[in-house]
C-alpha cells in the first residue's frame, strides 16, 4: 500500500466521523414496547420434552458415526494431495 493512499484514507475517516456522530445523535429514541404477556404453564400430565426414547439414541449414535468418517475421509483426501503435490514438484 502506498503511504499516500494510507494517509488519504486514514485523513478521509477521519473528517467523515464527525458527521456520522452528528447524524446518528440527532435521531430521536424509539419509544419502550409494551411487556409480553406472561408464558402459559404447561398442563402436570404432558410428556416433557427432554424425555429421551431409545429410537432417538441411535439417532445420536449414528449421526456421530458419520461424523468420524467425514473425518477420516477429509484427512485421507488431504493426504493424497500432499502426495500429488510432493510427487509433481519432484519431477521439475
Do not use: K, N
Not at 477521519?14 to 435521531?27: M, N
Amino acid at each position: 500500500m502506498d503511504r499516500r493512499t494510507l494517509l488519504l484514507g486514514f485523513l478521509g475517516g477521519l473528517g467523515a466521523a464527525p458527521t456520522i456522530i452528528a447524524a446518528s445523535s440527532s435521531v430521536e429514541a424509539a419509544p419502550v414496547p409494551e411487556p409480553l404477556p406472561p408464558a402459559p404453564e404447561p398442563s402436570p400430565g404432558a410428556a416433557s420434552p427432554s424425555a429421551v426414547r431409545a429410537a432417538d439414541l441411535e439417532t445420536v449414535q449414528t449421526d456421530w458415526s458419520q461424523g468420524v468418517r467425514r473425518r477420516v475421509r477429509r484427512r485421507a483426501r488431504r493426504m493424497a494431495r500432499r502426495t500429488r503435490r510432493v510427487i509433481r514438484r519432484s519431477r521439475y
